[in-house]
């Protein structure tokens, strides 16, 4: 998911990617990274958040010193999927770098600089796959050349390995004694190119560690809130409980008097809508530590004006989201007749599905270093995972032309879509503008569980038709969430085209007659996305229910929904969709939602699973299949009882079609981490209101899973496929929640409808 | 404010603080050792894992004057170089995904160790178990552990 950005540009219908060399005026211009060396840029193209392309500047950028190192710039932000490492090693293996030394270097946030930087919804390696190998093979091309000139022999005998040429006879040469002639030639046309076979890769399709784990295992990993500025402040804010409240009057008298407290700021906030980049109305205190500014806001004494929102409860909502399933509401999608189906039906089955609000509680909470100086400039230290919409939002918080404000990029501990709203980031912008010194914001674990953009709390009916044969004759979803543009604008009151084509719309299953329909409800506090988004909520209904249904008709529920599928196609929803499938921000010619990949993935999970056997065994084990970010994984979850009569969960198999898998240790990362993040949303987590409050203050309260609640052995099976890649980071989620439901089932013979499940 | 003097990795700090100001505050934002992380401030998720002579403890909810003359061991502290057994294990099974959580199991197992040198996959689950890791690298951490365990 992405809000609207403003920079993203729109032409030249060609997605082809350009290589250059930048003038060295250009790059230093460009670049903070001094070099006598080498240097590559590469601009190209790629889809946006709506299917259009998009031509960006320079993204990436490729150094060689005449010292022979190699330095490659990351930018993206590093949030825990690798991507920092990911995106440079296929630069590197096609270079043939010598990837033990080369450098990785994080870009600052800067459209004009590196184009698109908008860490999110699982693209960044479908994104750059083409333009990370040409930008390297451009570079090899190159140095290749000049080495062959130089020795006098054909480029074709020449190949690079281990950040050297080496001849077909022998010869070898350093990159970086080849750096003062390639600066004097011509750079090959990129298109031309020819990239490296798929099975000379060394680094590509292999496990690679990531390039920070030394660091991060020394404590010397830099995060929001570890960098030291001389003379910084630092900010504690107490937000107004309620979102879209007011401060009344404020005193700010014994929070004066606490030691180490310098001033007490307000800052104001957008009241209703409350905005995706705005901060909350809320009184800050600065302090020279972070435990006086705590102390400090203890103290504060504030009357707020609460609002319309100061009577809201989440549970009452949620009733009446439910009820509201019952009747008749904006139909999204049709396919033939459901009534018809449901005249002539066999069978009916009525199943509801309710999910709480989701924190993000990201191990890091959110923080920000601001520096505004007296000159009209700032500078700023985030965690962000959209640089260039925080850089954006200082901007227009500070009114400041965004090219004075600089913006560099921490790694982020922790993301998951939180850190892609840049509230955090203009607190601190504003503060420091007040306070006349650089500024870090600390946010408390109270702070973000209370003041975050949640994952919406849903409500799902199913009516399932098996007609008199017993086949699946007609499927009618009703789904209702408050959507996330309601937090930009009170006017949305569906849930939008993107977030149904996030697993809902797009059921791809072969049933003559479908309706789906979505019903109004209000934002009360801020809707945001969470890995995999309205996907969580989707999959969980949607396989429960298949699950359900192939129980109804006495069938293996694998080969229920292998044969729902019916023939292997390309599916394009043409004539039953009220509005637009997003499918991703690609269009569906260049990544079709196909079938034949999804009964893939269900083959070869029950396959590596054992299912068969698992079931005769009387294993308490549960399957779901979910396409997300156009990424196909299927998953079967095995539970059992521990000593204490809890819910244990001993073996998890995947299987992912995620085309080449680029850094198969982090696609393998990713899923296991998947299923513990997973297993806190359907076991432990929830956010609920009260008087327009957040009732959950800490761990205690939004509990997550914790290592002896975890899933023990996670089997991730990557298909072997030479598709384009695409994403990893969210998909592994979806499945897993109504797999494991499924399991629970098994095991306990009740079924889940409502999460989270609590044994 | 109170005069405290600590010793930290080995190397003596002179302090002047308030006295309920937690140990992280003090690590963080006094001695400027950013590798002890904040995730809490209640003891309940563990980023902040330092050891008090040979004890884990949540530095959030520990307050400099219970500290008294017991030596401090930070992740800064915990080897030259991070040649220790569990941060090479965390290297060589690749344990983190965005790495913050990921200092305060370590000093967590390093206690774990030190009082438990050979712990089984149970031990280590309930040692573990103040230390949440959001992105999941629970398995890689236990398998780290179990490899530490080895060499140590």
Known sequence: ?759 | MEKYTLVVNGKKHQIETESDMPLLWVLRDILSMKGTKFGCGQALCGSCTVLLDDEAIRSCAYPISEVGDQSITTIEGLSKDGNHPLQKAWVDHVVPQCGYCQTGQIMNAAALLKRNSNPSESEIESAMAGNICRCGTYNRIKEAIITASKSY
């Open chain 1, 1 to 759: 998911m992405m809000p609207k950005f403003p920079f993203l540009k729109t032409k030249d219908p060609e997605n082809k990617s350009k290589v250059f060399v930048p003038s060295r005026r250009d790059f230093l211009k460009l670049s903070s990274l001094a070099t006598g060396g080498f240097i590559l840029g590469v601009n190209f193209q790629c889809s946006g958040p709506k299917g259009e392309l998009i031509t960006f500047a320079p993204n990436v950028f490729i150094t060689i010193d005449s010292d022979n190192l190699v330095t490659i710039i990351a930018h993206r932000s590093e949030m825990g999927t690798g991507i920092r490492t990911s995106l440079p090693m296929i630069v590197a293996d096609e270079l043939g770098a010598d990837w033990s030394k080369v450098k990785i270097v994080q870009a600052e946030g800067d459209e004009e600089k590196y184009g698109d930087q908008n860490t999110d919804g699982s693209y960044s390696v479908r994104m750059f796959y083409e333009p990370m190998r040409k930008a390297g093979a451009t570079a090899r091309h190159m140095l290749i050349t000049a080495a062959a000139a130089k020795w006098g022999i054909a480029a074709s005998e020449c190949h690079t390995e281990d950040a050297q040429v080496v001849s077909s006879g022998g010869k070898k040469i350093k990159f970086g004694d080849l750096v003062e002639q390639l600066k004097t030639m011509e750079m090959p046309d990129p298109e031309t190119v020819t990239l490296k076979d798929f099975s000379s890769y060394k680094l590509i399709g292999k496990d690679v560690a990531i390039y920070d784990a030394h660091d991060m295992a020394k404590g010397e990993a830099k995060f929001g809130a570890d960098i030291d500025l001389p003379g910084m402040q630092i900010a504690v804010i107490r937000r107004c409980p309620v979102v879209g409240g007011k401060v009344k009057s404020f005193n700010d008298e014994k929070a004066l008097a606490v030691p180490g407290v310098n001033r007490v700021v307000k800052i104001e906030g957008a009241g209703i809508p409350p905005g995706l980049d705005k901060p909350l109305e809320g009184v800050a205190v600065i302090a020279d530590n972070t435990w006086a500014a705590m102390k400090g806001r203890d103290v504060l004494e504030i009357e707020w004006d609460l609002g319309e929102n100061q009577n809201y409860s989440s549970a009452k909502q949620l009733e009446e989201m439910l009820k509201s399933t019952s009747g008749n509401g904006q139909v999204r999608r049709e396919r033939g007749n459901f009534n018809t189906a449901q005249q002539a039906s066999g069978q009916i089955i009525e199943r509801t599905y309710v999910a709480p609000f989701y924190a993000h509680a990201t191990m890091e909470p959110p923080a920000a270093i601001a520096h505004v100086h007296g000159d009209g400039t700032c500078e700023i230290w985030a965690p962000t995972q959209h640089p260039q919409w925080a850089r954006q939002a200082v901007a227009q918080a500070l009114e400041m032309d965004y090219q004075n404000v600089k913006m560099n990029i921490t790694l982020l501990g922790g993301g998951f879509g939180r850190k892609s709203k840049p509230d955090f980031v203009v607190e601190a912008a504003l503060l420091s503008k007040a306070a006349k010194a650089p500024v870090r914001v600390q946010w408390t674990r109270e702070d973000d569980l209370h003041h975050d953009f949640y994952h919406a709390q849903s409500a799902q009916r199913i009516r399932a038709v098996l007609d008199k044969n017993g086949n699946l004759s007609g499927w009618n979803h009703h789904t209702v969430f408050p959507a996330i543009g309601a937090t930009a604008n009170s006017a949305e009151i569906h849930p939008s085209d993107g977030e149904l084509g996030l697993g809902c719309i797009d059921f791809p299953y072969e049933v003559p007659n479908i309706r789906i329909e979505t019903h109004e409800s209000k934002a009360h506090t801020r809707i945001g996305w969470l890995r995999s988004v309205s996907n969580i909520h989707h999959s969980f209904a949607i396989n429960c229910m298949l699950d359900e249904i192939a129980e109804a008709k006495g069938v293996d529920p694998v080969d229920f929904v292998f044969n729902l599928l019916a023939e292997d196609k390309d599916l394009d929803f043409a004539g039953e969709l009220k509005g637009d499938f997003g499918n991703y921000g690609e269009p569906l010619d260049k990544f079709p939602w196909n079938t034949r990949r999804l009964r893939g993935v269900i083959e070869k999970v029950a396959q590596e699973a054992n299912w068969k056997k698992a079931l005769t065994d009387g294993k308490s084990v549960g399957f779901a299949v979910h396409k997300s970010f156009l990424t196909y994984v299927a998953c079967i979850v095995q539970v059992e009882k521990g000593s204490n009569g809890q819910i244990i969960i001993p073996e998890v198999h995947y299987a992912v079609d995620c085309g080449i898998g680029v850094n198969t240790d982090r696609i393998r990362s990713q899923f296991e981490g998947g299923a513990q993040f997973a297993t806190s949303l359907v076991m432990t987590s929830a956010i609920t209101f009260e008087n327009g409050r957040v009732q959950q203050n800490n761990f205690d309260g939004y509990q997550v899973i914790r290592m002896p609640q975890s899933p023990k052995k996670i089997h991730v099976h990557i298909v072997d496929s030479m598709e384009k890649p695409t994403g990893v980071g969210e998909p592994p989620v979806p499945p897993f929640i109504p797999a494991l439901c499924n399991a629970i089932y098994k095991l306990t013979g009740e079924r889940i409808y409502q999460l989270p499940f609590k044994s």
